[in-house]
């Protein structure tokens, strides 16, 4: 083992995770219809806020799945396969500790911009009938990245699912995360806007039909909640490092931005 720090998330990590879910000061609201809000952080440096990634924040008012079903939803690889029509490939890597893995995604992006992919270190916790999960890009030594995708960074990204009742719960999605490229960066976060309200209602609509396609497909396995069912190897978490965005080389993706822009119109 390395005597450096775990790069696995601390308690704290969870604890401000959550405290930036629920803040409200120094957030913008964006978007605000049928029980959907979405909120950017206002950057504390405004004269240079164009050059930075916002971070963004969702929050949904779920009114008819519960809390655990839609921690299950986000967990469940095999299920996402049905509801995400932007995901190109996503599978685990290894087990890091009983509540902690390192995996792959790779998602479309609208045309002619190149497809994106991210390996991240993902980690998770239940308390209090609260559900967290939290993920950040890492370097995996036999996962770099690959010439037909641009390696995105998730800075931090993830979910705080709070029941509201036994078939309710709130639902914050969290992110920061830079696409690399050569976008512009005031394209990333107008357009992050614009998809997430759609991508938050895919996840419910996923959340609604989740438990009858559950019931079909090995209804007893979930290694999230129970980790001795996971068969994915161990591994290290020393052997990972944290993935830094400037480390990584930007495509040349100029005049390619009005993919974006006529998306933020539609």
Known sequence: ?????????TEDAFEDFKKQCLATENWLNKYDNNGMQVWIEVPENRGNSSSKVHKIK???TIKDVSAATMYDV???????????PNMLESFD???????????????????PIKNRDVVTLRSWRVMDYEYIIINFSVKHPKHPPQGHLVRAVSLLTGYFIKPTGPNSCTFIYLSQADPKGSLPKW???????????????????????????????????KPWLYPEQSNLPMMDPADLSIQRADSLQNVDESSKKDALESEDSS
């Open 93 to 111: 890597i290894a087990r890091l500790s009983d509540n902690a893995d390192v995996g792959y995604y790779s998602w479309l992006c609208p045309k």
């Open 187 to 221: 394209v990333v976060n107008k357009a992050s806007q614009v998809l997430a309200p759609r991508v938050m209602k895919c996840v419910h609509k996923a959340g609604q039909n989740y438990s009858a396609w559950k019931q079909q497909n090995s209804p007893d396995l």
């Open 74 to 84: 986000i967990h469940d690889g095999q299920y996402r396969k049905n509801w995400d």
């Open 1 to 9: 083992m390395s005597g450096r720090p775990s790069i696995l998330p």
């Open 58 to 60: 969702c929050k949904m």
